[in-house]
């Protein structure tokens, strides 16, 4: 049987999870999106972990000491990959491995913020801004404006476009880049 647990707690423990695993990391998603952009509804937790996937078992020990199930889950956007997610009730926690040299470019820069009474770790508004054009789903393209328009005159543009040019170029496919160039137009 799931105890019931609301989203806070959830967040707290998985945070906790983090930090007692000695796993770097940065949240992401739409709690992320509530530090920089606009604060939206969401379910779910999203966090990018630095660890391989080797090193796996040290974080699923920790959380089974904390009575947290970490399993794997397809990831909602790539079937053919898996996410790690503890599921608590209807909320959950979904960890992806981080794989990219722009992601360890953000975890260089990240930012400690507070939610619920815990330090964590954000990227900047650019590298947010960024990780939100990337799969280009509308929830968050929609995050990525409302990201650039609070900070409208106060982004680091040439860090933007210096990155969007690369990625896009790494996906041989200039979306990426162009969104970005409308995105700062607003």
């Known amino acids: 049987m799931n105890e019931r647990i609301n989203f806070s707690d959830l967040f707290c423990k998985t945070v906790s999870l983090l930090q007692k695993a000695k796993i770097d990391y940065l949240l992401i998603g739409g709690m992320a999106v509530g530090v920089w952009g606009r604060p939206r509804v969401t379910e779910d937790i999203d966090f990018i972990i630095f660890i391989s996937r080797r090193d796996l078992k040290g974080i699923i020990k920790v959380a089974d000491q904390m009575g ?18 503890i599921l608590k009730g209807v909320y959950h926690a979904d960890f992806i491995i981080a794989s990219t040299e722009f992601e360890r470019n953000a975890l260089k820069r990240k930012v400690k913020v507070r939610i619920f009474d815990k330090d964590v770790f954000v990227p900047t508004k650019e590298d947010l801004l960024l990780s939100k054009i990337i799969p280009g789903r509308g929830i968050d393209l929609f995050d990525a404006e409302n990201i650039a328009i609070r900070h409208k005159g106060k982004l680091d543009e040439e860090y933007l476009l210096k990155w969007a040019q690369r990625l896009s170029d790494e996906a041989e496919d200039m979306r990426i ?10």
Not at 177 to 186: A, G, P, V
């Open 177 to 186: 880049y162009n969104t970005l160039k409308e995105i700062l137009k607003k």
């Open 68 to 85: 947290l199930e970490f399993k794997a889950a397809p990831h909602p956007q790539f079937p053919k990959t898996f996410v790690y997610r």
